[in-house]
């Protein structure tokens, strides 16, 4: 399976985008998909993450109460709404699956659990 994310581009501050991450040659909707980010310099960190079932999410502190996961199976995609955009949420953003374990009743943040990256959707935000 590939990921590919998309949805990226120039915004000021405090607008929105949504990103997009759609899956082919193989299946997401069993999996926890998550988001993740890695600005110029640093390293990359967990941004949201959803179970297969859309039913458990998780938030970095950083984006709670901005941004919104929620996944369309049927499309095999996941989607990452962000609003309130800062200057910092400028990186490159990239989406991934969980393959540890199907069916997963709740959400990891942990960067190594996650595996067939895709190449990231570059959002800036201009102040």
């Known amino acids: 399976v590939q990921l590919q994310a998309s949805g990226g581009g120039l915004v000021q501050a405090g607008g929105s985008l949504r990103l997009s991450c759609a899956a082919s040659?193989?299946?997401?909707?069993?999996?926890?998909v998550g988001w993740f980010r890695q600005a110029p310099g640093k390293e990359r960190e967990f941004v949201s993450a959803i179970n297969w079932s859309g039913v458990s999410t998780y938030y970095a502190d950083f984006v709670k109460g901005r941004f919104t996961i929620s996944r369309n199976n049927a499309r095999n995609t996941v989607y990452l709404q962000m609003n309130s955009l800062k200057p910092e949420d400028t990186a490159l953003y990239y989406c991934?699956?969980?393959?540890?374990?199907?069916?997963?009743?709740?959400?990891?943040?942990?960067?190594?659990?996650?595996?067939?990256w895709g190449r990231g959707t570059l959002v800036t935000v201009s102040s």
């Open positions: 040659g193989g299946v997401v909707s069993l999996y926890t």
């Open positions: 991934a699956r969980d393959s540890t374990q199907a069916y997963a009743p709740v959400v990891s943040s942990t960067l190594e659990r996650y595996d067939k």
